[in-house]
């Protein structure tokens, strides 16, 4: 679905990702999004549409990005969590094996 955003939205988008860029030298995609969503919650819009929506403006202004370190998954970083946090799909997925082809050989290894 084709998300429409204000002008004041898009506009302190712009001026946060602008500012990250200059101060810091890269933007975080995950807090910054917050921040703005935080700033505009009369408009009722989810963090992930403003996620998308910053991470093309660090794009358009050639920024380096980053994310939060709590956006790692446990399947990134299994170390770091002591929980299981993947979603159902890849649970499932876990517990099934694709005909003959043996079940180690679909899963990534985790050192």
């Known amino acids: 679905m084709f998300q429409r ?8 988008a712009h ?5 990250a ?3 810091r030298g890269i933007v975080n995609i995950i807090r910054l999004s917050e921040e703005i969503r935080l ?3 009369t408009e009722n819009i989810a963090r992930e549409d403003i996620e ?3 991470l093309r403006i660090a794009q358009l202004y050639g920024a380096p990005i ?5 956006a790692r998954t446990a399947l990134d970083l299994p170390s770091d969590f002591g929980q299981d946090n993947r979603n159902d799909l ?7 094996t694709c005909g003959d082809i043996p079940s180690d050989l679909l899963q990534v290894a985790r050192e």
């Open 52 to 54: 998308d929506l910053v």
């Open 39 to 41: 700033s505009n919650l």
């Open 66 to 70: 980053e994310f939060d370190d709590d």
């Open 5 to 12: 955003f204000s002008i004041r939205l898009r506009d302190d």
């Open 90 to 96: 890849e649970k499932m997925l876990d517990s099934r």
């Open 21 to 23: 860029f200059r101060i």
């Open 15 to 19: 001026h946060r990702v602008q500012r």
